[in-house]
């Protein structure tokens, strides 16, 4: 059975059950900014946040975005993704635009990976866009946190993903 989330209080269905913690998380390939390939949720020697979005080009996802990339400025033991269906061109001009350096902006439009980790709207109008959803993976792969943000217009509880890194 799958998840669902609200849009503009709509009930809409996810592709899946986004992953909760205890689960390993699935190596996925996404792309930055610059066109390069990473893989985020494998083991690693930092804790990862990986932060799903609709759009960068949305007021909530820009805001959200901007407000992790502060939050998040000094924390060292911590690498944090920001992943959406955005095309890289428009990530860049995105991080360009907001000074977004504390952390990674990254699309999942090649491979579509993301919907391994259940998040992928699987109907409405933001069909085939992430829902916004907080994960985060110890440094051995495995999620100790997931936080689904119930409505996709509004931002996560930014202290409690802290709260829990």
Sequence with gaps: ??????FKG????LIGTPLQP??????TTVVTKDLQEIVI????????IIIAVPSLDTGVCEKETKTFNEKLQ??????????????????RRFCDSFNIANLTV?????????????????EGPLKGCL????????TNGKITYTQVVPEI???PNYDDVLKNI
């Design 1 to 6: 059975m799958s998840a669902t989330v609200n």
């Design 10 to 13: 709509n009930p809409i269905h």
């Design 22 to 27: 205890g689960s390993i998380a699935p190596p």
């Design 41 to 48: 949720g494998k083991p690693s020697s930092k804790k990862q």
């Design 74 to 91: 000094s924390l060292t033991n911590v690498e944090a993704v920001v992943v959406s269906m955005d095309l890289p061109f428009a990530q």
């Design 106 to 122: 990254a699309s999942d439009f090649r491979y579509r990976d993301m919907e391994k980790w259940g998040v992928v709207i699987a």
């Design 131 to 138: 829902a916004r959803v907080v994960f985060i993976v110890d």
């Design 153 to 155: 217009g509004q931002e």
